[in-house]
């Protein structure tokens, strides 16, 4: 997977850049088309055998980079890829933090295949790892995660997502003395933060969309964190193409190795606009500056790259 780190981060920082004149326009279809074509093309001169094996849509849907499609030159290595071209859509159009182009790589047959769905997620880092467990109350996965880090309720922090449909979870923390951070979207960030010390965040939890699942699992892997998650299919349709996809109970709670099945894994990711690990692009007289997370599940290091982009690069 190494070999192919820095073509992947060529992709996600083309993307980034290919939506920076969207940012603050208002216009989110039109900032997706320009990230997505700019994935596309890039992947696609990536000398591998590439599938997307989990994103937002299907091929009656493109432009999108649907299910199932085959990018790369068709040659070299076998590399499933989970995608999204812009990760808070919304973000970018409102020009709001939060908004990243992201790309999660594996050896071929090592990532879920899956519909795009609703998922719940459960994440947390390295310290609690092996310890905590979707099907436990949220009290009991608390109580878990602060005795691993040594802390009292009080001092821990979770983060999820600022949702009718999370009040529940944040009520039950608040009322445990858990300080309970939300975010407003894009949800793949705030879940690889529990994986980093200076985020002080310990616990995600949430109910999002299972491409950016998938994203965040292959970034929690690659810095020695546990991530647990569980597909909502909500139609018999749904419920279908996950057995078509080979997922015998879609509703069964999906251990980390089966939504990353290998150590032999890449997470890449480009802000678009400002989030709690990156600042978003820069432009200083028309050099752009963009800054990326770059993790490889071999090595578990963190790595934040600042690149400049000469305005005829661009």
């Known amino acids: 997977m190494n070999q192919f780190i820095q073509d992947f981060l060529h992709v996600t920082e083309s993307a ?34 590439g ?25 070299g290595a076998g ?13 970018t159009s409102k020009g709001k933090n939060n908004a990243i182009a992201v790309i999660a790589a594996a050896k071929k047959g090592t990532l879920l295949h899956a519909p795009d769905m609703y998922m719940e997620k459960l994440v947390t880092g390295p310290e609690a790892a092996g310890k905590i467990d979707i099907d436990y109350p949220l009290e009991k996965n608390l109580r878990i995660i602060a005795d691993a880090k040594g802390k009292k309720l009080e001092e821990l922090k979770m983060i999820v997502q600022d949702r009718e449909r999370h009040n529940h979870w944040i009520e039950e923390a608040r009322a445990l003395g858990v300080r309970t951070e939300l975010f407003e979207e894009g949800d793949v960030i705030p879940a690889i933060a529990t994986c980093i010390h200076r985020s002080d965040i310990d ?3 949430g109910i999002g969309g299972a491409p950016e699942g998938v994203l965040a699992a292959v970034g ?40 990353v099945g290998t150590n032999e894994c890449a997470f890449i990711a480009t802000s678009i606009t400002s989030n709690m690990l990156l600042q978003g692009i820069e432009n200083n007289q028309n050099v752009f500056t963009t800054h990326s997370i770059v993790l490889d599940g071999l090595n578990k290091c963190y790595r934040h790259i600042a690149t400049e982009h000469p305005l005829s690069s661009v």
């Open 220 to 259: 929690v892997k690659s810095l020695g964190g546990e991530m647990q998650a569980r597909l909502l299919p909500k139609t018999n349709e749904q419920w279908e193409r996950c057995v078509s996809m080979g997922i015998t109970d879609p509703k069964e709670a999906l251990a980390h190795n089966q939504l």
């Open 203 to 205: 616990l995600f939890i």
């Open 51 to 75: 599938e997307v094996v989990i994103g937002e849509g299907e091929m009656d849907e493109a432009p999108m980079l649907f299910i199932g499609e085959k990018v790369g030159t068709g040659n």
């Open 79 to 91: 590399i499933d890829l989970a995608v999204d071209p812009i990760d808070g859509t919304t973000s």
């Open 16 to 49: 980034a850049l290919a939506t920076y004149p969207w940012i603050g326009t208002g216009n989110k279809i039109e900032a997706d088309q320009a990230a997505t074509d700019s994935m596309r093309t890039l992947l696609n001169k990536i000398p591998m055998d």
